[in-house]
């Protein structure tokens, strides 16, 4: 009984989802959506874990960085509060992706404002792409550069 709001918010609620929108697009039920993140973001995870085993302070951070990109990325639901906890990541770790995230997310305030006036609650397309679209640019970005190192 105490719980109910919380389950209902995860069963139901969505709003302002990065990567875990592409993925229930995909996938037949929200369920099996939920699913596929885990897996990706416990498989990269995993992936992190196992890998260079000389950890500098700089690569700690920038794996821990990434990791809860990745976790923010894949979630249902992205209020703008959450992209922030990846500032002390990004001071320790800079990275593109992150940081255009800290600045888009302000975007998706813009719901507040109908919803104030109408009582509906529903994300604007052009709204997510202003926000998004940056971000996928980033990512592509940092990609490139972590290929060019890792040639070196």
């Given at each position: 009984v105490i719980l109910n709001g919380l389950l209902t918010f995860a069963e139901h609620w969505n709003h302002n989802e990065f990567l875990y929108?592409?993925?229930?697009?995909?996938?037949?039920?929200?369920?099996?959506?939920?699913?596929?993140?885990?897996?990706l973001f416990l498989g990269v995870i995993s992936v992190f874990a196992l890998g260079d085993k000389k950890q500098t302070h700089v690569g700690l951070a920038c794996r821990n960085l990434w990791c809860l990109t990745l976790l923010l990325a894949l979630s249902p639901t992205i209020h703008p509060w959450y992209v922030t906890w990846l500032a002390p990541w990004v001071v320790l770790a800079p990275r593109m992706t992150p940081l255009v995230w800290m600045i888009t997310v302000p975007l998706s305030y813009e719901i507040l404002i109908a919803y104030k006036t109408t009582g509906i609650w529903q994300e604007k397309t052009w709204v997510v792409a202003l926000e998004y679209i940056p971000v996928a640019g980033a990512f592509l970005f940092d990609g490139v550069r972590w290929a060019r190192t890792r040639r070196r």
């Open positions: 929108r592409f993925i229930l697009f995909a996938t037949p039920t929200r369920e099996i959506a939920k699913l596929v993140c885990a897996i």
